[in-house]
């Protein structure tokens, strides 16, 4: 007899329906049968390959945020001037976020609730996300002030909260309605605010 037997399933398929559920449930609200139902699994099969519901969200969130990094942060990595890469990035950002043919609307890690009935694992996944942000961020404006591109006066920690608040208020006004061109203008008053050296 052959060893080992194949997995029915491609698993990395599933884990993206699974994230989509997350995405548009939250993870109380999305239930085994919910999620065994969009991976086309059965309940056996999900605790077989994935754990545990929990362990199943940390990876649903791992995933998404190796989506932010290929589809936004990689704004920031092209060598534009760093104003430039910032705001292309808040650009493809607000094009993401209003995208409602191919995922929920708005950012799945801002709006995600974190709460104490929570597991751990799930929490510390969110804010890990989040945090992700403010350090991706601040890298790239310490690295503008070093460049010459932010003055050395700049306070770099209050611009990093400043534009992740951005982040997270394009990703909240997303999902409740706000077009892409409303959050482009959004992000365009924001960058008004890039500190400039004095002449």
């Not at 989506?67 to 430039?84: F, M, N, Y």
């Not at 890690?109 to 989040?130: G, N």
């Not at 394009?170 to 605010?193: C, P």
Request: net charge negative; charged share 20%.
């Amino acid at each position: 007899m052959p060893g080992g037997r194949p997995r029915a399933f491609d698993r990395d398929k599933a884990l993206q329906e699974a994230m989509m559920v997350f995405w548009r449930n939250g993870y109380h609200a999305a239930s085994i049968p919910d999620l065994c139902s969009a991976m086309g699994i059965t309940t056996t099969s999900l605790y077989a390959a994935f754990g545990n519901k929990e362990k199943l969200y940390v990876e649903a969130v791992e995933l998404y945020m190796k989506s932010t990094q290929q589809v936004l942060w990689s704004r920031l990595e092209k060598g534009d001037p760093a104003r430039v890469g910032l705001r292309n990035m808040f650009s493809a950002l607000s094009s993401v976020m209003t995208d409602a043919a191919s995922h929920p609307i708005g950012c799945w890690t801002t709006l995600a609730l974190v709460d104490e009935d929570m597991p751990s694992l799930v929490i510390r996944a969110i804010r890990k996300a989040r945090s992700d942000w403010l350090d991706v961020i601040r890298a790239y404006l310490k690295a503008a002030v070093e460049k010459g591109e932010l003055p050395s006066s700049a306070n770099v920690d209050s611009l990093t909260r400043y534009y992740v608040a951005i982040v997270q208020g394009i990703g909240v006004q997303a999902h409740d309605g706000a077009t892409k061109e409303e959050l482009d203008g959004l992000a365009d008053t924001a960058m008004s605010g890039w500190p400039v050296n004095a002449a």
